[in-house]
């Protein structure tokens, strides 16, 4: 909002004190992707999960980010080293896409600068089973707007502030492996 001060802990369009966020991750791995995508781009789909940022993320300046990151704002993370300390995940384990037709490139990212890189936590042979479908330069036969669709699916929208899941998103997996609207 023009002409405010930046505050990080609330969302402008919500009442301060009436967000409440989950820190679970959800999975951007869907049921389709096997059938659209190539074998890197399910490999990075099954390795990534959505989540809203809490009060530590708020407070934590992630290298190269030049705007805050608010409370409940969605985010992408990589699943494997998710329950490490921010300060202590490897480079590339965090971002935060300001547009949905954003999270394919961030994710990209991910994959390159993080997952074949960085990543402590991510079990070896799915790092070399990436870097194999990584050189095979199979093409996708679903591009960006798969992804776009995809996230719409999981419950995201966008507004000028970032991605936030809708009030009908979906849930992380139950123990049964589905998922519920709330």
């Known amino acids: 909002i023009a002409g405010q ?5 609330i969302r402008p369009s919500i009442p301060q004190g009436s967000i409440e966020t989950h820190p679970a991750g959800v999975s951007l791995a869907m049921d389709t992707d096997e059938g659209q995508l190539s074998g890197y781009q399910v490999i990075i789909r099954r390795s990534l999960e959505f989540f809203e940022s809490q009060p530590d993320d ?4 992630i290298q190269g980010r030049k705007k805050g990151v608010r409370l409940g704002q969605v985010g992408i993370r990589c699943r494997y080293c998710s329950d490490i300390p921010i300060r202590l995940r490897g480079r590339g384990a965090i971002y935060y896409p300001k547009k949905l037709s954003s999270v394919y490139q961030a994710a990209q990212n991910m994959a390159v600068t993080h997952f074949l890189d960085a990543c402590m936590s991510i079990p070896e042979n799915l790092r070399a089973e990436l ?37 009908t998103r979906v849930r992380p997996a139950s123990a049964e492996g589905e998922r519920k609207s709330i």
């Open 58 to 61: 708020v407070t934590t300046n």
């Open 131 to 167: 870097d194999l479908e990584r050189q095979r330069r199979d093409s996708a036969r679903a591009g960006k707007a798969y992804w776009v669709q995809a996230c719409r699916r999981l419950g995201l929208m966008e507004d000028e502030y970032g991605l936030w899941f809708s009030a």
């Open 5 to 9: 001060a930046f505050n990080p802990s």
